[in-house]
């Protein structure tokens, strides 16, 4: 977390501070608590460039992409029911889509190309009239590459189709401005910009108008949409982090980038380095490489005491499976099986990419003469 996240969210926690519950309006302290939350709904607002009655907390992107897909999707009972995605999206989002299709509502599942990229083709081909829903992820989370929600949204717009975008790997990273993106659902999680895990939020557009349905029941908060005691240190320290990153984007891309860079340069001394995902498109801090004639899971064994990397996202890094993300863009053979992912952010250091870049040469080639023996 960014120090100045943790300092938000620490006068919430005690009898010293603002700790009552926001929803208890009857007393002094329950106000307090309900002010910081507003306070902080409108600072998400302002860097999002959206209206503060539009931003409802959840406890992150996971739950933000199933309110979002289930609830607009549950808004249509009355018709037969399609929704598109892609089949590189997150797993709350896949997982959600496959729940949808036991449920009898038709998902289609689009490809991107080689380098992780949709063709706005085979999202205008893919639409029917039951389309109700297109959900797609502004970044990878595990290739960094970058759709054009932009385009996108226009296009979608002018159809009259509602766009959900998980914007998890690019809120606080890269601008992101509502007022001008006719985007209607958006979800994001606070840990991603250097703030509190277990913390979101969801923007919906014209809420009244969206349909939405929750997908718990038991309480008003959040306009009825998202029942529960909402936890105002986590909120508070969330606004704070997303504050700082929306001040810092241009200087921590840059840093970003730089450190990209540093370890491009480090890995160029070995061969058969491959980089996954369109390097044109994609954002500074998140890296997919292979490395020919090395495993995946043998170069995490030999790094596994000095360096953070992974087959995939977190969500998905406890199964043997390779990346459903790889596949999907056609990445198979060795290529597949031997694709890492790395990321870093404002406080990794240029010391850190130079001992990464070493280490991995190291272990690469040293991995690559025991095969050889």
Known sequence: MAPEAVNALLPYLTDSGTFANAASGQHLYGQNAAAAVENARSAMAHGLQCNPKDILFTSGATESNNLAISGITSGHPNRSKHIVTSAYEHKSVLDCCRHLESQG???TYLRPDNAGVLALDSILNALTDETVLVSLMHVNNETGVMQDIGRIADILEAKGIPFHVDAAQSAGKVPIDLSA????????????????????????????QAGLTPLLYGGGQEYGLRPGTLPTHQITGMAAAFTLACERLATDTEHCRQLRQTLRTALDKLDGVYWNGSQQAAVPHIVNISFAGVSADALLIALRDSIAMSTGSACNSGTIEPSHVLRAMGIKGDRLYGAVRLSFGRYTTTTDIGQAGLAICEAVSRLRKLAAE
């Open 105 to 107: 509502i038709k998902v």
């Open 181 to 208: 993106l006719p985007i209607s659902l958006l979800s994001l999680s606070a840990h991603k910009f250097h703030g509190p895990k277990g913390m979101g939020c969801l923007y919906v557009r014209n809420r009244k």
